[in-house]
T-cell receptor
Framework: DAGVTQSPTHLIKTRGQQVTLRCSPK?????VSWYQQALGQGPQFIFQ???????QRGNFPDRFSGHQFPNYSSELNVNALLLGDSALYLC????????????FGNGTRLTVT | GQQVMQIPQYQHVQEGEDFTTYCNSS?????IQWYKQRPGGHPVFLIQ?????EVKKQKRLTFQFGEAKKNSSLHITATQTTDVGTYFC???????????????FGKGTTLSVSS
């Protein structure tokens, strides 16, 4: 039973470029959330997708957008990259429900130069 | 805005010593979850507490949820080198006076253990 898988593992981009990160949820999970984790910090909620729609959004600018596909997989897109976007991007899947625990992927380490 | 705070930020112990981390929320929580992140790894779910005053144990780990459902603690008895990592507490984000499913994480407590 595969857990949450993310790709790529590492990515180096230049300021102003655009990036797409991908996530496949754990089998049986229908909800995908994206988090940004800066070095030494806790994960910060970006947004959550369920039934192919964005259901909740954290305090992130519109440069951050996402998508969920019919097979529950998801993408995170970031436009006009800034140096401050350098972080570990974590995808977490769960079953729909308020108390459902999150299962995290290994993350994508994004470095913006 | 809604905040989840953890203390201490760092803790170093000798193997065999006890360890406690504390979590405080600016709002009343419907539940609180604890996660552990090993160095270079990703957060892994440990436990969820739902009831006021709830206490749960997992081997050497004891988790408590405060009576007012605004604070929580994790206590590890007789630490081992395998306990090394960062421990995060997280609570549901409150939106429009209702708890959503997004989690607000604290900054974590990083535990190091020397043998």
């Amino acid at each position: 039973d595969a857990g949450v898988t993310q790709s790529p593992t590492h990515l180096i981009k230049t300021r102003g470029q655009q990036v797409t990160l991908r996530c496949s949820p754990k089998s049986g999970h229908d909800t995908v959330s994206w988090y940004q984790q800066a070095l030494g910090q806790g994960p910060q909620f970006i947004f959550q997708y369920y039934e192919e729609e964005e259901r909740q959004r954290g305090n992130f600018p519109d440069r951050f957008s996402g998508h969920q596909f019919p097979n529950y997989s998801s993408e995170l897109n970031v436009n006009a990259l800034l140096l401050g976007d350098s972080a570990l991007y974590l995808c977490a899947s769960s079953r729909r429900g308020r108390n459902s625990p999150l299962h995290f992927g290994n993350g994508t380490r994004l470095t913006v130069t | 805005g809604q905040q989840v705070m953890q203390i201490p930020q760092y803790q170093h112990v000798q193997e065999g010593e006890d360890f406690t981390t504390y979590c405080n929320s600016s709002t009343t929580l419907s539940n609180i979850q604890w996660y552990k992140q090993r160095p270079g790894g990703h957060p892994v779910f440990l436990i969820q507490l739902v009831k006021s005053g709830e206490v749960k144990k997992q081997k050497r780990l004891t988790f408590q949820f405060g009576e007012a459902k605004k604070n929580s603690s994790l206590h590890i008895t007789a630490t081992q080198t395998t306990d090394v990592g960062t421990y995060f507490c997280a609570g549901p984000e409150i939106q429009l006076n209702q708890a959503g499913t997004a989690l607000i994480f604290g900054k974590g407590t990083t535990l190091s253990v020397s043998s």
